[in-house]
């Protein structure tokens, strides 16, 4: 729901009128109090996605929930961007084979959407290549204002087709080059707000799974003896945001560790996957 003053800076729009708008609004939606009973009849409509690793479906018990937002994070070839390709597969399967009968829709700001890892994962579920590419709506952004722009696009996409899931891979990527330095941190958390409440709108209107990925730098505040000098980018902000957070890191070989940081369901705990040509499946020896 659009704030009164985000109304009157739509041009021919009053203040009167924007009073006038909102009062309608509320008259005709539900935007106040229920009881829990009705909440928790609601969540069991949502479902979960697959990630295609029994360990990582038992560890997130099912999978990548629907109607909320979850952030991947994790250093440099931990499997952020192939558990991204995964899911674009796998939530285009049946419910009852841990899909989500949907599309997927993927903006993409660094570079590293491959189709070709699609087909591959295509072929391991019997689905046709060609057929999981179609459903797979792509976006590369170039800078913070355009990926606003292509959520404002995706929603409109979302409201004449189904859609199970939405992936920004990376989520803060362009909000660090557009807006660097410490002098412009404030503004740059200011925009990832707005951006990441979109979304929060975007998961909680359509009822898909929203997975972002997140990048790690140092912490400035860790000393030299620090346990973890590393931290996901974007601060409280993200950390707030996100319903649920997975930290990935680097194993044995091909094999990947994803760890459960932040969840109001999920317990911390910690599960092995491996990287493979068939996409995410259990440890390999």
Known sequence: MATKKQLINIKGISEAKADKMIKASREMVNIGFTTAADVLMSRKDLITLSTGSTSLDELLKGGFETGSITELFGEFRTGKTQLCHQLCVTCQLP???GGGEGKALFIDTEGTFRPQRLVAIAERYGLDGDSVLDNVAFARAYNSEHQMQLLIQASAMMAESRYALVIVDSATALFRTD???RGELAARQQELA???RALTK???????AVVITNQMTAN????????DPLQPIGGNIMA???CTRLRLRKARGENRVMKVVDSPILPEA???YAI??????????
């Open 179 to 181: 807006f660097s330095g």
């Open 194 to 196: 707005k951006f990441l």
């Open 202 to 208: 975007m998961a909680d209107e359509f009822g898909v």
């Open 276 to 285: 493979t040509e068939q996409g995410i499946t259990d440890e390999v020896n």
């Open 220 to 227: 400035p505040d860790s000393g030299m003896f620090a346990k």
């Open 95 to 97: 419910v009852d084979r």
């Open 270 to 272: 910690e599960a092995i």
């Open 240 to 242: 707030h945001a996100s």
